[in-house]
Each structure stands twice: as structure tokens, then as C-alpha cells.
């Protein structure tokens, strides 16, 4: 794992690359361009405008819907049990999200996420604040094992969804993005799927493959629902976009050059909130090629 | 019924028109010049700042007490058991929304609903995203026959409602107003109330009349909560208005009202909402008077 | 109390005042100047980013978490039961809110305050519309008898929780802030911490001294979440500040200094909510000091 995360690591944009994984079945793909990649999947959202459940926290909730309909994407908050795991059956993405997982929730978060698999629908796990807290912990473990396609979280997050860490302090990280690579690349591996770690620098990878982006705003940590609907965003891209890690890529490409412009227009965090919804619905092609920092 | 809605819908504004509904007592009242009465209800809500009871979903439930602040009226998120139906009884009109209704939320309506009846106060009905999802279209349903003063959805809501459609999209409709127009007529007649259809062209009906107001801008779609609001806005000019049907078209009216001038201010989604809010604070008389477009 | 009440109420920023209370062990202390320790107070808010937990309600849980970062707070809404209790032991200080109680939060709330107690965690009790509710009403004053490091109200609700009173209007107060001093030193008695009555006046004591503040503006009435953000805040505050009264004049002082600055921004509720969030993480010492009007 190690010498394969290497090689990926610094060839992540490399067109040609051929990946091979321990943990995978033996399989040859051409990683994207991510650039191109990240356009054509924006264009695929606002023009398919992919159905995203959300089961996620109440703090967030209106921020992550209008962050969804911003970017291009429909929002439907179906999170009480029976309707959740038949609405995962219907819907183009789920994103399950522990922040505030009250009883109701964790039941139809057990309920869409398999749901979800069996249809063949990308699904997004962010363990919000798991490490010591006793409910949302042991229910991410359980999450983590039913195959989510792309896993979101801060360092201490991700550390503590490996068993390799014990959290964070409350929704913030204590570990660096560095030290939760490892650990996100296991998670990737095992789950198949991608593993975004959310930092100055966001990290996103496959388990083999490894991409650094460096837009973004230090005032994105002042606006709460900033990492949550992020969360919600990559469903909507991994509804267009048939691998994981292009899908983490891309939607984290898109939000954090949103947050950029956004943070020219203000910096201050009421401002920024606001103009980082319109940022969402006006970010173009153009921007993303202007300004994606991506290694 | 076919007949009478016909007759209404050529002279939805005729100052003289009687109407006899087999559906109903057989009664003579005048419809009011809408404007007017629009005009009069928007100053009898900031005069009198009705008390509106809001059981509505977790996305929408922080915009839809701005909102009624702004119009001026004043919120209560009471939609807890026990407490839900006794305070239906002192509130001034009740708004039910079934957006994200848990268990909770479902028993409280359930108390709220007949209590309001019982106490003469109007009640809303907003069936959110009903059709096929299984807890809230029996519960949506079971409150429809409790006799609401107006029922507030999409079309693909209002067919469901009537038992005549399969549901839309998530929230979003797929049939067209025109479509669910019988329907609507149909479930004011039993209810005794007014229905109203939201789409580009708002349709407002008794079951006899039908009004049609063309306000709004497209961008209230992409704001989560753009319609939710609106039905907690008719619970509160219900509660100044005898008339159910007059005072979801006032509601509808200033609303749309209000959603012009904002997307004059902008047309992005997170500074059109900010707007929104600013402008239901400072529509007049004489902007609905300018800007009022009801046929 | 009324004699020890009435000296201090003239004398509320004499730095040598020598209190006794029947009600409490005898004991002296010099009350601060609270305009330097105000100062203070924010720089330590700013500087040691204290972890407020916040069990609140969802009509403004969101807005309450953005006020908190803009601050220089660090929210977590851990509301759910067993996490709630763990994580009370851990956190700077907790904010109990009971706008919207659903059984859960119920049962959280009855774990945070003991282990809130228990861990030297200063916690604020805001009992939103107590009075007639059924379910709220006992649950606050069970949470009153726990001790709450600082409660905050509206009159009607103060002097509901001293059982002095049947509530408000929903959320609005029906009574005076004078007519809910005398309760309000009364439970500042019986807690051992501080009581704040907003209004437009308010007004702060630990049932003795007593604190008038005359910043912020009415727009503050028409946002939704004005009042319950201040008890996070307070509870952020009182993290970093020994004294109960104290932390509450400081975040009172600061929260309604930063809504004059944004009412001159604008005085509208949509935009005015935006500019309270910026004026949060604006607001310096210099602006208390030139601002600040407590007597």
C-alpha cells in the first residue's frame, strides 16, 4: 500500500497511470484529468440537477439544502426510518451525516445506507465528532463496514473511523492532515471508495491514488455547514461521475474555488456564507480552470 | 363542479359573483376585490401580529420564522405532544408541514390539527414531498380530512393529496398546475377551504373560484424554504381573514410580491434570501398595488 | 434581599462594593469594573476558543452555532442522551435552550446539567416559553433546582420560572423587565449565579447587584434565534470568566454592541442577521469601550 500511495502521490494527474491494489481485484484504469474531469461533472450537475438525500445534522440541514440547489443539485432531506431506505432506492446520492444523530436518524441512516448500495447509489459518510462520543462512534464504525463510496472528515475523524485515533475536540481536529493519510488510504481501501480529508490543504484518495487541493479560506471554519455541506455536494458529484475519487475531487474543486471567490467578496462570516451560496451558482468552467489548485 | 369552477375561473376578481357549491351549505357570499383585501390583510398582520404555531420540517424551520417576523407576524415552533394541541388553542392560525415529520412531529400534528378545528383557528396544510413515501402520505391524508383551512403544495402534491397522483420528484413536482387543478378543486370542496398550487403561475381556489397570480421569480426555487414559508405566511394572514381563499391569495400576493423586489436587488440565491426577508419586511400597500399581478 | 438589592442597584460599577446576602454564605468580593472585564473577557473568548455545548432548539441552532465561531466560540451541538452527559464533563460551558424539547433533548438536557455541575462547567438555562407549556414548563424548573450558572429570559419567562408568573405570548413577553426583577433575584439566590431579563433594557443580577444594559436595537426582536444566540454566548463567556454575573453583563454587552454596529450597517431583518454574524467577529474592545451603556 505504501509504495502504491507513493507512486500516486506524486503523479496524481498523471493521464496513464496504471493502479494496482493488494486490496482491490487486480484492475487497470486511467485515473482523469482532474481538471477536465471537475468541469464536466459541474456541468453534469447543473444539467441533470442529481436527486441528493440527506440525513444530516440540524445545524446544517437549511445551509446544506440551499448549498444543493446553489450548485445545481435538488436536496431532499428524507432522514425519518421506512421512507429512508426506500427514498436511498430513488435517489441519485445520499449523504449520511452524524452531527446531531438523534434516534430517528441513526435508524434511517442504517436504513439508506445499504439501501443505497444495493441500487447502485454513491453514498457519503461523514462521521461528524466521532472518537470518544459513545452513540455516533460505534454507529460510523458500523457505517463504515457497509461500503460508503466516499468518506468526508477532518484528520481526527478520519483517525478515529480507522480505530487509529480517539477524535478530535468536538467538531475540530486535533491531528494534522499528514498524520491521517495512512489511515484515510486504509479506509479507502477496504471500503473501495474515497476518502476526503478536510484541512487547509483537503486530501483526497482512493487508497492508491493521492490529491492535494489548496483553495479554500481560512473563514470556511467560521461558517458552520461549511465541511457538512461539502458532504452533501459530493453525493451530487458522485451521482454524475462513476469513480469516487474523480466524484471527491471534483466537488471539493468546486467548493473550495467557490469559497475563494466568495472570500473576495468578504472574508467576515455572515458576508461569506452568503456569498458563498451565490458563489456555488455562479462558479463556471472558466473559474475552476483559473484557479483549482490541485496536486 | 366542473361547471362552477368554470363560471369562477373566468371572473375570479367579480365583486358580485354568488356561489353555490353542492359541496358546501348552500351559501351566498361577495368575493373581495383581492387587492384590497390583500392590502387589508397585509396591515392587519402588522397591526395585529397574529401568533403562528409552525410544525414544520428541520431544513426550512429557521427561514419560516424570519419570514413570518419580517411580514410581521410572531413565531412558535411548538411542535412537541401534549404541548402541540393545546397550544393550537391560543395560537392565531397553525402551520402543519411534513418536510421531515418524526414521530414526534406526527403525533403533535395529529393533536394540533382537530384542536385548531375545535377552536375556530385556521390551519395550513403543507404536504410536503407526499405520494410514494409511506409515513407521510397516510398521515397527509388522515389530516386532510380533518378539514384544513388551506392546503399549500405542488402540484404533484395536490394530486397526491387527492388521490389522484403517484407523487413528484423528492420535493419537487412533476406535473404541471393546469394538471392538478381539478384536484385542487376537488379537496377544497370537501375540506370547506382554500387550495393553493404553487408554480411559475401560483393558483388559488375554493373549489369554485380560482385565482391565478403571476409574481415570483425563479430564483425562489433554488432558496430552500422559498415555498415552506409561504405557507406558514398563509397561517398568518389566514388569521386576519375570514376568508380562506382571500387570505391565501393575499399570503401568495405579498410574498411573490416581496420575491420581485428582492430578485431586483439579485437574482443569487444567497443574497436573494437575505433579500427576501428584507423585503417582506418593507412591502407596501402601494408596492402590491404596483406590482400585483392576480387574474 | 430587597435592602441588599436596592443598594447595589444604585451602585452597579462601584469596583468596592462589599455585598452580603442572607441568601447565600456570607462573603465579600469586589464586584469588577465591567467594562474592563468585559474586555477581557472577549480577548479570552478570542484567544482560548472555548467549547460551548448547545442543546437548543431547531429553529435556531444554526444561526446559534454561526454567532459562536463569529465570536470566537467553538460550537458542538452534542444534544443527543448518553453523549450528552459525557461530553457536558468535557466542554468549556453548556447552553440548555428548551425552544423546541423533543424528548431526546429532554433526557440530554437532564444528563448535561448534573454532569455540567459535577465538572465545574458553567451552564446556561434559557427557558423559552415557559408558563402554560406542559411538557417545558416542570422540565425548566427541574433544571432551575440544578443550579444553572446563569439563566436567561424574557420578563415573562423569569418570572415563570420563579413561579411568579403564567409566561408570555409564545416566545414574546407580556410583562415588563422591571415586573421580573424581584424573581429574577430571587432564582439568582436560590442558583448562586446570575439571571438576565432581556428587553429593551436589559438587565443582569445575581441577586444583588444588578446590571442595566441599553445597547441593541429592535431589528434584534425581528431574528429569529436574537435572544437564544446571546445564551450560547453567555455560556462561552462564562467559560472564561469566574464570576456568573460578570459573564453574562460581558456577552450581553458585547452581543448588543455588535447588533448596534450591524443595525447601522442595516436595520432590516434578513440583512441585519447577516451583519450581526460579521459585527461578532469585528466587534473590538475599543467598540465596547466607546459603545458599551450599562449602569
Known amino acids: 500500500m505504501t509504495r502504491g500511495a507513493h507512486r500516486a502521490e506524486n503523479t496524481p494527474v498523471e493521464p496513464d497511470l496504471v493502479r494496482t491494489s493488494e486490496g482491490m481485484s487486480c484492475m487497470s484504469r486511467t485515473p482523469p484529468d ?35 440547489l446553489a450548485v445545481g443539485a435538488a436536496p431532499a ?18 449523504l449520511i451525516n452524524l452531527g446531531t444523530c438523534r434516534e430517528e436518524q441513526r435508524a434511517a441512516a442504517l436504513e439508506a445506507a445499504p439501501a ?14 466521532i472518537g470518544a462520543l459513545p452513540v ?22 478520519i483517525l478515529a473511523l480507522a480505530e487509529l485515533g480517539s477524535g ?10 499528514d498524520e491521517a493519510l495512512t489511515a484515510a488510504q486504509l479506509l479507502a481501501r477496504v471500503s473501495g471508495g474515497a476518502v476526503a480529508i478536510s484541512g487547509a490543504t483537503d486530501v483526497v484518495t482512493d487508497g492508491v491514488s493521492v490529491v492535494r487541493l ?42 473550495t474555488v467557490a469559497a475563494d471567490l466568495a472570500a473576495e ?11 458563498l451560496l451565490d458563489a456555488l451558482s455562479e ?13
Chains 1, 2, 3 share one sequence.
Open 34 to 68: 482532474y481538471l477536465t474531469a471537475t468541469q464536466e461533472a459541474l456541468e453534469a450537475v447543473r444539467s441533470t440537477s442529481p436527486l441528493v438525500q440527506c440525513i444530516t445534522n440540524s445545524v446544517v440541514v437549511g445551509f446544506t439544502a440551499n448549498a444543493l
Open 77 to 94: 432531506m428524507v432522514d425519518i426510518p421506512v421512507e429512508a431506505g426506500m427514498f436511498a432506492g430513488v435517489a441519485s446520492g445520499v
Open 116 to 129: 443505497a448500495t444495493a441500487a447502485g447509489t454513491p453514498w457519503v459518510l461523514d462521521p461528524v465528532a
Open 136 to 157: 455516533r462512534t460505534p454507529l460510523a464504525h458500523t457505517l463504515r463496514d457497509l461500503g460508503p463510496s466516499i468518506v468526508r472528515g477532518n484528520a481526527s475523524e
Open 168 to 177: 478530535g475536540r468536538g467538531v475540530d481536529s486535533t491531528s494534522s492532515v
Open 214 to 255: 489548496s483553495n479554500g479560506h481560512p473563514v470556511l471554519t467560521k461558517v458552520t455547514g461549511g465541511g457538512c455541506a461539502l458532504g452533501a455536494i459530493m453525493a451530487a458529484f458522485a451521482a454524475v461521475t462513476p469513480d469516487s475519487l474523480t466524484a471527491a475531487v471534483a466537488a471539493t474543486s468546486v467548493y
Open 265 to 275: 467578496r468578504s472574508a467576515l462570516p455572515g458576508t461569506f456564507a452568503v456569498a
Open 283 to 295: 462558479v463556471s468552467v472558466d473559474d475552476i480552470a483559473a484557479r483549482a489548485v490541485l496536486a
